[in-house]
Protein backbone atom coordinates (compact mmCIF):
# COMPACT_ATOMS: atom_id res chain seq x y z
CA UNK A 1 0.00 0.00 0.00
CA UNK A 2 1.19 3.15 -0.75
CA UNK A 3 1.99 6.09 1.76
CA UNK A 4 -0.67 8.60 1.56
CA UNK A 5 -0.11 12.12 0.14
CA UNK A 6 1.37 15.22 1.77
CA UNK A 7 -0.96 16.92 3.62
CA UNK A 8 -1.10 20.78 3.94
CA UNK A 9 -2.34 22.03 7.22
CA UNK A 10 -2.73 25.14 9.18
CA UNK A 11 -0.51 25.15 11.90
CA UNK A 12 1.51 28.08 13.26
CA UNK A 13 4.60 25.73 15.00
CA UNK A 14 2.66 22.83 16.57
CA UNK A 15 2.70 19.31 15.95
CA UNK A 16 -0.12 17.32 15.19
CA UNK A 17 -0.59 13.65 15.27
CA UNK A 18 -3.39 11.74 13.84
CA UNK A 19 -4.32 7.80 13.68
CA UNK A 20 -3.98 6.38 10.21
CA UNK A 21 -6.88 7.80 7.74
CA UNK A 22 -8.00 10.22 10.53
CA UNK A 23 -7.61 13.78 9.96
CA UNK A 24 -4.80 15.27 12.06
CA UNK A 25 -5.97 17.43 14.79
CA UNK A 26 -4.20 20.72 15.04
CA UNK A 27 -4.19 23.95 16.61
CA UNK A 28 -3.97 27.66 15.76
CA UNK A 29 -3.14 30.83 16.73
CA UNK A 30 -5.12 32.59 14.15
CA UNK A 31 -6.22 32.90 10.62
CA UNK A 32 -2.95 33.93 9.44
CA UNK A 33 -1.21 32.57 6.56
CA UNK A 34 0.99 30.07 8.89
CA UNK A 35 1.20 26.71 6.77
CA UNK A 36 2.62 23.61 7.69
CA UNK A 37 3.57 20.65 5.04
CA UNK A 38 2.97 17.55 6.93
CA UNK A 39 3.29 13.81 6.03
CA UNK A 40 1.81 10.81 7.35
CA UNK A 41 4.39 8.33 8.64
CA UNK A 42 4.58 4.01 8.39
CA UNK A 43 3.20 4.65 11.83
CA UNK A 44 -0.10 6.49 11.08
CA UNK A 45 1.53 9.85 12.81
CA UNK A 46 1.47 13.08 11.04
CA UNK A 47 4.89 14.86 11.68
CA UNK A 48 5.53 18.48 10.89
CA UNK A 49 8.08 18.86 7.89
CA UNK A 50 7.89 22.36 7.50
CA UNK A 51 6.25 25.48 9.65
CA UNK A 52 6.15 29.01 9.18
CA UNK A 53 5.11 31.87 11.69
CA UNK A 54 1.60 33.02 11.65
CA UNK A 55 1.08 37.01 10.89
CA UNK A 56 -1.53 38.53 12.60
CA UNK A 57 -3.50 41.92 12.82
CA UNK A 58 -3.00 43.76 16.19
CA UNK A 59 -6.81 43.16 17.65
CA UNK A 60 -6.00 38.92 17.40
CA UNK A 61 -1.91 39.89 18.41
CA UNK A 62 -3.67 41.86 21.71
CA UNK A 63 -6.37 38.26 22.32
CA UNK A 64 -2.85 36.21 22.18
CA UNK A 65 -1.15 38.04 24.43
CA UNK A 66 -4.15 37.66 26.98
CA UNK A 67 -5.30 34.80 26.83
CA UNK A 68 -2.44 32.22 24.66
CA UNK A 69 0.50 33.17 27.05
CA UNK A 70 2.19 35.03 24.34
CA UNK A 71 5.79 37.34 25.01
CA UNK A 72 5.57 40.56 23.20
CA UNK A 73 9.38 40.30 21.55
CA UNK A 74 10.01 43.64 20.08
CA UNK A 75 12.71 44.08 18.03
CA UNK A 76 13.37 47.46 17.66
CA UNK A 77 16.37 49.28 19.04
CA UNK A 78 17.28 49.88 22.80
CA UNK A 79 16.65 53.55 22.50
CA UNK A 80 13.40 52.99 20.40
CA UNK A 81 12.40 50.69 23.13
CA UNK A 82 12.88 52.61 26.11
CA UNK A 83 11.54 56.07 24.48
CA UNK A 84 7.88 54.27 24.43
CA UNK A 85 6.76 50.24 24.45
CA UNK A 86 3.74 48.60 25.55
CA UNK A 87 3.26 48.30 29.66
CA UNK A 88 -0.51 46.19 29.43
CA UNK A 89 -0.46 43.50 29.73
CA UNK A 90 1.80 43.52 32.04
CA UNK A 91 5.45 41.60 31.87
CA UNK A 92 5.06 40.15 28.52
CA UNK A 93 6.64 42.88 26.51
CA UNK A 94 10.87 41.88 25.91
CA UNK A 95 13.20 44.32 24.32
CA UNK A 96 15.22 41.98 21.62
CA UNK A 97 17.40 44.62 20.00
CA UNK A 98 19.01 43.99 16.39
CA UNK A 99 22.88 44.11 16.64
CA UNK A 100 23.52 41.79 19.36
CA UNK A 101 26.17 38.93 18.98
CA UNK A 102 24.62 35.41 17.95
CA UNK A 103 22.33 33.60 16.32
CA UNK A 104 18.61 34.60 16.40
CA UNK A 105 17.91 31.31 18.59
CA UNK A 106 20.62 32.67 21.17
CA UNK A 107 19.96 36.00 21.14
CA UNK A 108 16.38 35.46 22.30
CA UNK A 109 17.11 32.97 24.67
CA UNK A 110 19.81 35.54 25.86
CA UNK A 111 16.87 38.31 26.79
CA UNK A 112 14.61 35.52 28.25
CA UNK A 113 12.56 33.67 25.01
CA UNK A 114 13.00 30.22 24.76
CA UNK A 115 12.14 28.09 21.53
CA UNK A 116 9.20 26.90 23.62
CA UNK A 117 7.72 29.82 24.50
CA UNK A 118 4.86 31.69 22.63
CA UNK A 119 6.15 34.54 20.83
CA UNK A 120 5.13 37.67 18.77
CA UNK A 121 7.38 38.99 16.88
CA UNK A 122 7.20 42.95 16.49
CA UNK A 123 10.01 45.06 14.21
CA UNK A 124 8.85 48.71 13.28
CA UNK A 125 7.55 48.03 10.29
CA UNK A 126 6.90 44.23 10.68
CA UNK A 127 10.03 43.36 7.95
CA UNK A 128 12.95 42.69 10.53
CA UNK A 129 10.14 40.74 12.50
CA UNK A 130 9.22 38.38 9.11
CA UNK A 131 13.10 37.60 8.48
CA UNK A 132 13.67 36.46 12.07
CA UNK A 133 10.76 34.81 12.38
CA UNK A 134 11.64 32.95 9.18
CA UNK A 135 15.25 32.31 10.27
CA UNK A 136 14.27 30.71 14.05
CA UNK A 137 10.83 29.10 12.39
CA UNK A 138 11.96 25.47 11.90
CA UNK A 139 13.93 25.13 14.98
CA UNK A 140 10.70 26.99 17.53
CA UNK A 141 8.54 24.47 18.96
CA UNK A 142 5.92 27.02 21.16
CA UNK A 143 3.68 28.85 18.39
CA UNK A 144 5.12 31.45 16.60
CA UNK A 145 3.66 34.87 15.02
CA UNK A 146 4.73 38.21 13.69
CA UNK A 147 2.57 41.23 13.99
CA UNK A 148 1.31 42.66 10.32
CA UNK A 149 2.98 46.38 10.27
CA UNK A 150 4.60 45.91 12.92
CA UNK A 151 5.08 48.34 16.13
CA UNK A 152 3.37 51.44 13.84
CA UNK A 153 0.77 49.18 12.76
CA UNK A 154 -0.18 48.14 16.65
CA UNK A 155 0.21 51.92 18.01
CA UNK A 156 -3.04 52.70 15.39
CA UNK A 157 -4.98 50.54 17.20
CA UNK A 158 -3.18 50.52 21.23
CA UNK A 159 -2.52 52.38 23.59
CA UNK A 160 1.18 51.32 25.49
CA UNK A 161 -1.47 50.93 28.29
CA UNK A 162 -3.22 48.40 26.33
CA UNK A 163 -6.35 50.82 25.56
CA UNK A 164 -7.73 51.13 22.36
CA UNK A 165 -6.69 54.26 20.30
CA UNK A 166 -9.74 56.92 20.51
CA UNK A 167 -10.82 58.27 17.57
CA UNK A 168 -9.14 62.16 16.94
CA UNK A 169 -11.27 64.68 18.23
CA UNK A 170 -12.89 62.34 20.69
CA UNK A 171 -13.15 63.36 24.20
CA UNK A 172 -11.34 61.20 26.79
CA UNK A 173 -13.29 60.79 30.39
CA UNK A 174 -10.23 60.59 32.39
CA UNK A 175 -10.57 62.64 35.66
CA UNK A 176 -9.77 65.57 33.72
CA UNK A 177 -11.17 65.43 30.43
CA UNK A 178 -9.17 67.14 27.48
CA UNK A 179 -9.82 67.25 23.65
CA UNK A 180 -7.51 65.23 21.76
CA UNK A 181 -7.97 66.82 18.74
CA UNK A 182 -5.48 67.99 16.43
CA UNK A 183 -2.51 66.07 18.14
CA UNK A 184 -0.66 62.57 16.50
CA UNK A 185 -2.09 59.42 16.60
CA UNK A 186 0.61 59.00 19.80
CA UNK A 187 -0.53 61.50 21.57
CA UNK A 188 -3.78 61.22 21.19
CA UNK A 189 -4.16 58.11 22.96
CA UNK A 190 -2.20 59.37 25.82
CA UNK A 191 -4.49 59.84 28.65
CA UNK A 192 -3.73 60.61 32.53
CA UNK A 193 -3.28 56.55 33.26
CA UNK A 194 -1.39 55.86 30.51
CA UNK A 195 1.21 58.34 30.97
CA UNK A 196 1.64 57.13 34.30
CA UNK A 197 2.05 53.63 32.89
CA UNK A 198 4.58 55.11 30.14
CA UNK A 199 6.45 56.30 33.28
CA UNK A 200 6.40 53.16 34.84
CA UNK A 201 7.39 51.27 31.58
CA UNK A 202 11.09 50.62 33.30
CA UNK A 203 9.37 47.85 35.46
CA UNK A 204 8.44 45.67 33.62
Given at each position: ?8 L ?17 S????G ?23 V ?25 D ?27 A ?60 W ?23 Q ?9
Amino acid sequence: MSSPAALRLPVPGSVSMSLRGRPALVSHASQGRSRCRCRTSRRGFTTKAEAHPSFVAPDDAMMLLKTRSFKFVDLRPSDEYDSEHITKPPRCSVNVPPGKPGDPISRLAACGVAVNNNALLVSQDGVVAKNVADAIAAQWTGELAVLEGGYAAWREVWTTAGRRVPPKGRWMPTGTEALKSGLNVGDAAMSYEEQQNVEDATKY
